[in-house]
Nanobody
Framework: QVQLVASGGGLVQAGGSLRLSCAAS????????MAWFRQAPGKEREFVSA????????DYADSVKGRFTISRDNAKNTLYLQMNSLKPEDTALYYC???????????????WGQGTQVTVSS
């Protein structure tokens, strides 16, 4: 069992930046493909970004490509999401997720954090 704790959300003006963090428990963090999802009020949860455990390959939703960057520090058991050029439509509850040795970056994720709120004002 792996526990995920997301943090770093907050209120930011359009065009600003924010970095989210996801702290994971256990020494096997490096064996998990990690991802970020988000859900806005009244909308479906959507995929944002992911990183494969083996080769560090990444994937991004078209809506965030070029603005967001996913990264990880296995020594610190931490996943990050650097968000730049934020837009009001980025406002959502952001969740980190983990899938053990998953190849497909869009595969089902078994473990989820509690979420951290990101609000972008106009």
């Amino acid at each position: 069992q792996v526990q995920l704790v997301a943090s770093g959300g907050g209120l930011v003006q359009a065009g600003g930046s924010l970095r989210l963090s996801c702290a994971a428990s256990g020494r096997t963090f490096s064996s998990y493909t990690m991802a970020w999802f988000r859900q806005a009020p009244g909308k479906e949860r959507e995929f944002v970004s992911a990183m494969r455990w083996t080769d560090g390959s990444t994937d991004y939703a078209d809506s965030v490509k070029g603005r967001f960057t996913i990264s990880r520090d296995n020594a610190k058991n931490t996943l990050y999401l650097q968000m730049n050029s934020l837009k009001p439509e980025d406002t959502a509850l952001y969740y980190c997720a983990a899938a053990y040795k998953a190849w497909n970056l869009r595969s089902p994720y078994a473990y989820w954090g509690q979420g951290t709120q990101v609000t972008v004002s106009s």
